[in-house]
């Protein structure tokens, strides 16, 4: 009887593991493909944003903090909110923020990963912004970076930034970076 127990048992499982999954239909989609958009109703813009970086590592209103470690060592990260202004004078016309991170990345170089969202508050861009995310090897004269995508009317956005650090005080860390912002949008 034990050994028709165990028989039975199996052909069960064996019926529900097996079988079952061939008669059980959902409708519940984790993605889907979507047309593609015709090609004249989408117009890709190219545009070109000039602006100032202003990163500001002391005094009595630092928009950047540091959260772990140095700065100047591997690992060392800081969280910003840095103005970015028309002209390289830090009372110049505030035309978005530089919102987000950037750590050490490098044992043997002076690398950062930048981790940042440019925010315009300004103009025709108010509202949109674009994701930076690379390596900036912060001693070089001109450094590229990838710009990842965006928001608002820099959706879908693609493309490249220049950083070229215009001042930089030793003592107070405070860094004028001038940026050059070329991007692919719809």
């Known amino acids: ?6 028989c039975s048992t199996l052909f069960t499982l064996i ?18 493909q979507l047309p593609a958009p015709k090609a004249s109703h989408v117009v890709e813009k190219m545009s070109h944003l000039h602006f100032y970086f202003h990163d500001i590592l002391s005094g009595k209103h630092p928009t950047t903090i540091t959260v772990t470690g140095r700065l ?6 800081a969280i ?9 004078e830090h009372g ?23 981790v940042m969202n440019f925010e315009f508050i300004e103009g025709k861009y108010n509202g949109s912004s674009l994701s930076v995310l690379g390596r900036n090897p912060f001693l070089e004269t001109v450094r ?4 990842v995508g965006g928001t608002g009317l820099f959706r879908f956005a693609r493309g490249y930034a220049l950083a070229k650090t215009v001042r930089f005080k030793v003592g107070t860390g405070v860094a004028v970076v001038e940026y050059n912002v070329f991007v692919m949008h719809h």
């Open 144 to 147: 590229e970076m990838p710009v």
């Open 15 to 32: 019926f529900i593991f097996l079988i079952t999954p061939f008669f059980i239909v959902t409708d519940a989609k984790f993605s889907e």
């Open 92 to 114: 110049s016309k505030v035309v978005g923020r530089a919102q987000g991170m950037y750590a050490m990345s490098s044992l043997d170089a002076a690398s950062l990963l930048m």
């Open 72 to 77: 100047n060592k591997f690992g060392g990260t």
């Open 1 to 6: 009887m034990a050994s028709l127990l165990t």
């Open 80 to 88: 910003t909110d840095d103005p970015l202004t028309e002209g390289v």
